[in-house]
């Protein structure tokens, strides 16, 4: 390894070099993926339901490994074996949050309080610090009639924004949110694109994975787009990925759609937007 390429996995969050990712031998949920990702930077992970783009975020979170090729983390070899250790694991943890896509999978607690309240403390934070951070996230998601209910009598987007809040409580260096726009009224999308914001302020890294185009194009200061043969088909910035109209209509992210004006045909490229979002 060169001087340059250590200095890079020193510096950057997360390196992935020539990973490739199989849930079932031979058939790859990612395949050559070299990506760096930088302390600070907001990146959108986009691509046609299939991409990848899941896998993607739980590999950065330590969920699933690679088939093959090696990811770093903070400097540091991310790996089973590296995550079995308590000092590792309990720094890499504090680090990163995950927000899955399905709130569901990360909500176990008996009441939403409880919920945004686990994480502070298995870190061991003072109780009354724990109230204090819970009660400002509680109060910035509009949740705090919510607080006492059980996860299971929410809605969707209630469920969303408590799973949020679940990570922000931990106040995390990276963010990683995946399809975080699902289940939220309008109202609620404009004020998670504010707290990112906010976050970008901060100095944070944050990652969402999503096929939402002007969510991306919104949040984001660099898109990583995903074709369906899982590989990365364009990085770069949000208006040079979305000027390159040929690879969005390859990676199945826009589709044409023809309009007949008497004798003449328009086509048109047509994205997913927020407004049409679906899992």
């Known amino acids: 390894m060169s001087a340059a390429d250590d200095s890079t996995r020193t510096s950057a969050d997360f ?3 020539g990973v490739r990712h199989e849930y079932r031998k031979g058939v790859p949920a990612l395949d050559g993926i070299d990506l760096t990702i930088g302390c600070g930077e907001h990146v959108a992970i986009v691509g046609a339901n299939g991409s990848g783009k899941s896998t993607l975020l739980k590999m ?4 699933v490994f690679p088939s093959t090729g090696t990811i770093h983390a903070f400097g540091q070899p991310l790996t089973e074996d590296a995550l079995e250790d308590p000092t590792f694991r309990r720094d890499f943890r504090s680090r990163v949050g995950f927000v899955f896509q399905d709130a569901d999978v990360q909500l176990f607690c008996s009441n939403a309080f409880d919920e945004l309240a686990f994480g502070p403390l298995q870190l061991g934070l003072p109780e009354t610090e724990v109230r204090e951070t819970v009660a400002e996230v509680a109060d910035a998601l ?22 949020i809040g679940c990570v922000l409580t931990m106040q995390p260096h990276v963010l990683l949110l995946d399809e975080p726009t699902n289940a939220l009224d309008p109202r609620s999308q404009v004020w998670l694109l504010d707290v990112l914001a906010e976050w970008k302020q901060a100095g944070r890294t944050v990652v969402i994975a999503t096929h939402d185009l002007s969510i991306a194009e919104e949040f984001a200061d660099r898109m990583v787009v995903l074709s369906e043969e899982h590989g990365i088909a364009a990085d770069g910035s949000p208006e040079d990925v979305l000027r390159n109209r040929d690879v969005l209509l390859a990676v199945n992210l826009i589709h044409e759609h023809a309009h007949r004006h008497g004798d003449v045909v328009h086509v048109h490229g047509h994205a997913h937007t927020h407004g049409h979002a679906h899992s």
């Not at 950065?60 to 969920?63: P, Q, V």
């Not at 607080?147 to 469920?159: Q, V």
């Open 142 to 163: 509009r949740i705090e009639k919510l607080l006492d209910r059980p996860p299971y009598t929410l809605s969707g987007g209630e469920k969303k924004r408590v799973a």
């Open 60 to 63: 950065l979170d330590g969920l």
């Open 15 to 17: 390196v992935l070099a």
